[in-house]
């Protein structure tokens, strides 16, 4: 049954049969590349896939179900016709968009997964050779945008400044790259940012009074409104760190003094 998910990293601390040529035992990664008894779910669905694309890469759907059945390592995969690296109108082209699984998984950035040229040539080499000859291929990794949100903002009373920027700035990036915190999320292409989302998910922090000043960086661009991705193999994911601030109350009151009435006849 561990071969579904793999063995987390530190599981394994000691060997079945001791040697004393060994002195001990240590697993810093995941176990990978295991693969479970075919479940009859599973068997109906690959089925079911082979008797569609007929193990040919024709359309959108055959290109991304076959990476999906022969990688496993593979989570997502998008389709693009016409598309050469940065060239969207190119008959003949075709552009595969990979992500990795994250899940149990040792990656180098999981804000912003990435397969290896490796892994990428082979999954090239094989669609090669169950698609028109006159097709060009390309396999790459998505297109990460980083974004910037910069504001100032006020704490309710009995709250520290300093540790609460730190909890807001760890917020932001959960509220902008959640696949990174919980299992559960998916990375997934074409999501816009709307700054009225992202003004609600501040304003309803517990510890937050108000915000002011709120503006979106894409790179270091600053967005008029809302944030969108650039190309369609673009996918926007949060700055490591965000520029946060503390508000200061510009409302001074001023003393006033109201003129003494006088009797006009």
């Not at 079911?48 to 999906?68: F, G, N, P």
């Not at 090239?124 to 990460?144: F, G, Q």
């Not at 006033?256 to 006009?264: A, D, G, N, P």
Request: proline share 4%.
């Amino acid at each position: 049954s561990h071969l579904i998910n793999g063995l987390p990293a530190g599981t394994i601390a000691k060997l079945v049969e001791r040697l004393s040529q060994v002195k001990s035992v240590q697993q810093p990664y995941a176990t990978f590349g295991g693969k479970p008894e075919e479940s009859d779910a599973l068997y109906y669905r690959r089925v079911s896939e082979r008797l569609r694309h007929k193990h040919r890469a024709i359309t959108l759907w055959d290109y991304e179900h076959l990476v999906l059945q022969e990688f496993p390592q593979v989570y997502k995969v998008k389709c693009l016709n016409h598309t050469l690296d940065k060239e969207y109108v190119s008959p003949g082209c075709v552009t595969l968009i990979v992500i990795p699984d994250t899940i149990n998984k040792t990656v180098y950035d999981i804000y912003q997964p990435r397969l290896s040229k490796g892994k990428l040539n082979k999954i090239r080499e094989y669609l090669s050779e169950l698609n028109s000859m006159h097709v060009t291929l390309d396999v790459a990794n998505p297109d990460y945008e980083e974004v910037t949100i910069e504001l100032a903002v006020k704490f309710y009373a009995g709250y520290d400044d300093n540790t609460y920027k730190k909890q807001l700035n760890e917020d932001l990036i959960r509220f902008l790259s959640p696949w990174a915190f919980e299992e559960s999320r998916e990375i997934k292409f074409g999501v816009i940012l709307y700054r009225s989302s992202l003004i609600h998910y501040i304003e309803k922090l517990n510890y937050v009074d108000y915000i002011e000043d709120v503006r979106i960086f894409k790179g270091k661009e600053l967005q008029s409104r809302n944030c969108l991705p650039s190309t369609p193999r673009s996918i926007l994911v949060s700055a490591k760190v965000h520029e946060v601030k503390l508000a200061t109350n510009k409302c001074q009151q001023e003393s006033s003094f109201e003129t003494e009435e006088t009797c006009q006849l």
